[in-house]
Every structure is written in C-alpha cells, then in structure tokens.
C-alpha cells in the first residue's frame, strides 16, 4: 500500500479521542511510508491529519474543490496540492489516487464519500479495502445498521463484509493491507448487493 486516502471532519468533534486518532493515524501512515489522500482542508481533524502526517516527515496530497479553498481554507503545507472543478471530480481523483480508504470521524461529507467508495467496491468497480477507524465508538450506530441491512435482506453476508472495523490506527492499517476483497466475477453475475 503506497496511498490511503483518509475522510474525515471538517471540524475537531466533542471529543479530544477524535483528534488523538487523527493525530495518530497521521503519525502512523508517516511511519509506514504510506502517503496520504485526503480533501485538502486546514481545518478541522483534516488539518491534524495532515498535520501529523507531514511533522514525522511523510507525504500528503490533498484534493478540493476550487469553492472550497477559501470556506475550507486549503492547507498550506500539503506536499501536492490538487485543485479541482467540483466535488465529483474531487471524489473520482482521490479514489484514483489511492489503495485503500479510511473513514475517522465526521459529518455529512465524511459518511457520503466513505459510503460511495463502499458502494463502488460493492459494484466491482475497484477492489480496495475500506475501512473506519472508530473511535470511541464513534461508528457503533452505523455498524449496527449495516448488520440490520443484511438481517433485512437488503446485502447479503458477503457486502456486509465489505467494510472494515478496527478501533486503533494500527489494528485498522494491519486489516486493510490482510483485506481481500470479497467481490469477484461469480458475485458481479449472480447480481449479489
């Protein structure tokens, strides 16, 4: 894995635990020589990401929307920054950019990119790993209603393995560098979902 790409909050949260991830999920992909994708903001958990990332020495490219460099005020620090026309074309670029996907905590935006990306490796359309760090239990809701999907019907037992869990950055990076992605040929033409 050379690049992961990281969603998360705009904003610090509550909670210190959601910085301290941050902070240590950047620490981390630094240490491991893994670069870092993420929405290009300096603000919020993403500027303690990036932060982190670039203070122990690793690479970061961020990726944002020509709108959102003034609203999200674009990082200044980033080792390449990508500025792009909207947000589908900044979503297309770093899922091209990347490995493997991590979600720490945020809001709307955080939940919709990580959704798409699962929902694109659903579809066969990458076979990267997707993961959440989750942080004081922050993604515990979520993952109760993904284990309510499949008890509904509505994915069956082997999407439902499509995202990955782990509460320590450390835990999570070992998970998405084992993943093997379940979706394959035979899935795609049973119409699995």
Excluded at 41 to 49: F, H, T
């Amino acid at each position: 894995m050379k690049r992961i790409c990281v969603f998360c909050g705009s904003r610090e949260g509550t909670s210190p635990a959601y910085a301290e991830a941050a902070k240590a999920l950047g620490g981390l992909l630094a240490r491991e020589g893994i670069g870092l994708i993420y929405g290009g903001g300096g603000i919020g958990l993403m500027k303690l990401l990036a932060d982190a990332v670039l203070d122990a020495g690793g690479t970061v490219t961020g990726v944002i929307p020509h709108a959102l460099t003034i609203q999200e005020i674009a990082h200044p620090r980033v080792t390449d920054l990508r500025v792009v026309r909207s947000m589908h074309e900044r979503k297309a670029l770093m899922a091209e950019l990347s490995d493997a996907f991590i979600a720490l905590p945020g809001g709307y935006g955080t939940l919709e990119e990580f959704c798409e990306v699962v929902t694109w490796a659903q579809l066969g359309l990458h076979r990267k790993p997707c993961g959440l760090l989750n942080v004081a239990g922050f993604y515990d809701p979520l993952l109760a209603q993904l284990d309510r999907q499949v008890a509904e019907g509505f994915l069956s037992q082997t999407m439902g393995t499509l995202v990955i869990e782990a509460k320590e950055p450390e835990q999570l990076l070992a998970s998405l560098q084992a993943y093997r992605s379940p979706v394959t040929e035979r899935w795609m033409k049973r119409g699995e979902s």
